[in-house]
């Protein structure tokens, strides 16, 4: 995979300098113009690069999982469910589906599937390989429809109820031999501790936290 041509389209398709991107992925700009350059860096600066630009780094030989959002006129768009974010409990019913216009669907190898929205709320991923920042939408789709098990490193969705009230987070899914950590990733202090849950996963089981959803994308309004 040819990163230098990758990470230079995306970043002029949302109209970012090379110091933007630098800023927003925590880099030097002199290693942005390097990697654009063609020039070999630390494979470790990519995945922050890529994760800002709103892709995903698999690997040298497989494409991107995220994608460049695209304009929403251009592809059917993903309804938005609500919003996620650190102690923002709610009753469902009394979310406004249309509170905020549709998103774009995620376009590639989860373009068959049901993708819905969610708008981030605070810091609390602000840190995590795709920079997730108060105001993006984050776009899902089911856990199940994908995952049998956790997969280390997915960003998800966990879902927490507490009687008739509900609360959705974005988390980073850590694997352990004996357990599952959901961590935020955060700048701030309050949010930096794990949520704790078995390695097995069935959705037939009742529990007041779960994975719902995993997400496959980030559109970022400002940027279309």
């Not at 654009?36 to 497989?62: C, F, M, Q």
């Not at 999982?65 to 006129?73: C, D, G, I, S, W």
Request: negative net charge; charged residues 30%.
């Amino acid at each position: 995979m040819d990163h230098s041509s990758i990470i230079r389209r995306a970043r002029r398709d949302k109209g970012w300098t090379q110091t933007e991107l630098a800023q927003r992925a925590g880099v030097s700009q002199t290693t942005i113009e390097k990697i654009e350059n063609g020039k070999t860096v630390k494979s470790r600066h990519l995945p922050e690069i890529l994760a800002a630009l709103g892709l995903d780094y698999n690997g040298s030989n497989r494409e991107p999982e995220f994608k460049v959002a695209l304009n929403p006129q251009q592809v059917k768009t993903a309804h938005v469910h609500g919003e996620t974010g650190a102690g923002l409990w709610r009753e469902e019913e009394q979310w406004d589906m249309n509170k905020y216009p549709d998103v774009p669907y995620v376009p590639g190898r989860y373009s068959a599937l049901e993708q819905k929205a969610y708008r981030v709320v605070g810091p609390s991923m602000d840190m995590c390989r795709l920079r997730l920042f108060d105001g993006d939408f984050i776009i899902c789709i089911s856990y199940f429809e994908t995952r049998m098990f956790p997969q280390d490193r997915d960003i998800v969705v966990v879902t927490e109820r507490n009687g008739h009230l509900v609360s959705r987070t974005v988390k980073e899914v850590e694997v352990h031999a004996d357990r599952v950590e959901l961590w935020p990733r955060s700048s701030n202090a309050q949010f930096q501790s794990p949520i704790t849950i078995p390695r097995t996963l069935d959705p037939d089981i009742e529990s007041n936290i779960e994975i719902t959803d995993l997400v496959i994308g980030v559109f970022r309004p400002d940027i279309v």
